[in-house]
């Protein structure tokens, strides 16, 4: 097998680990493709492609990572992670595992460990690398590795995100709450929200959000029910999306742009959380991006001449 070979068939693997440690499918592509140099550059063959190639990866995106942590640090509102519509590695084996990690909450709790914890557990928790790897992949001992897997497994375990277990059970919740919503049923959508529930956009200051997360089934059913079914009068389509692993969908203008993404966390029966990237620097890879703020003038005038 050819070196290019060898490279296209870890492709999806090595994306999916910098995607896991990076939070975004630009700077993950980007990761591969520096990975790809590096190995296409080196003279000597290593005794495993996969064991080099997942070590340079991972040490790309720790590096990639320490720096974006500061751009994060001076965001402007909620930061989410880049929408991922579909992970492409699979592994039968570990489904289950793979989607829940690739989750917006899921993520988003990986915020809170340093650049080597979070490369540490995402080796190790999602895709049970041995320590030997680990270690080479980020330049510690295997005693220290396993100590950084000790303190990472203790930061996460305090807010680990659950979700409804029955895959179908959550998919087809998620219908009944797009079918509300484009119907502007707001008593619908309210039974089916958790009595907790947060509305909650990431448009980094990009593009028109909410000033603050939305609480509470009330709250949100209301602006929900009211809002989106003046979206569909401008001919703004709701496209049902598996995003990052969950429920969700792509929200398009007239011209099939992209206006946002949704994604949806469900457990016991409710929606618990709905997370909105409005960011259109973090859309660019579903498609062309829609020019949100237009969208936005467009439904306030609709909303004017109505009354």
């Known amino acids: 097998m050819s070196k290019v070979e060898e490279f296209e068939e870890l492709r999806p693997l090595l994306f999916s680990i910098a995607y896991r440690i990076l939070s975004s499918v630009s700077e993950a592509e980007d990761a591969v493709q520096e990975t790809w140099l590096r190995f296409d550059a080196s003279a000597t063959e290593p005794t495993s492609a996969k064991a080099f190639l997942s070590a340079t990866v991972t040490r790309i995106s720790i590096d990639v990572l320490r720096s974006a942590r500061v751009r994060r640090e001076e965001y402007v509102g909620p930061w989410f992670p880049e929408p991922l519509l579909s992970d492409p590695y699979q592994n039968p084996a570990r489904s289950a595992e793979l989607a829940d990690s690739v989750s917006m909450a899921a993520l988003l709790l990986l915020e809170r460990l340093s650049p080597l914890e979070r490369a540490v557990f995402v080796m190790r928790e999602v895709f049970a690398f041995g320590f030997d790897e680990i270690a080479s992949a980020v330049g510690r001992s295997e005693a220290a590795c396993r100590q950084l897997l000790v303190r990472a497994r203790r930061h996460m375990e305090a ?106 966390d469900v457990l016991d029966g409710q929606i618990q959380t709905i997370r909105a990237v409005i960011n259109p620097d973090k859309l660019g890879h579903i498609g062309p991006v829609a020019d949100a703020w237009a969208v936005d003038r467009e439904l306030k005038q609709a909303r004017r001449r109505s009354n």
């Open 159 to 264: 807010g680990r995100p659950r979700f409804e277990a029955d895959r179908q059970e959550r998919q087809e919740l998620a219908t009944r709450f797009f079918d509300a919503l484009k119907d502007g049923d707001v008593g619908g959508l309210q039974e089916l929200l958790a009595a907790d529930v947060q509305f909650v956009g990431d448009g980094g200051g990009k593009a028109p959000q909410l000033a603050k997360a939305l609480v509470g089934a009330e709250n949100v059913a209301r602006v929900l029910g009211t809002v989106f079914p003046w979206l569909l009068r401008i001919d703004v389509t709701c496209e049902p999306h598996e995003v990052n692993g969950q429920p969700g969908a792509i929200f398009r203008d007239r011209d099939g742009k992209v206006l946002q993404t949704l994604a949806l």
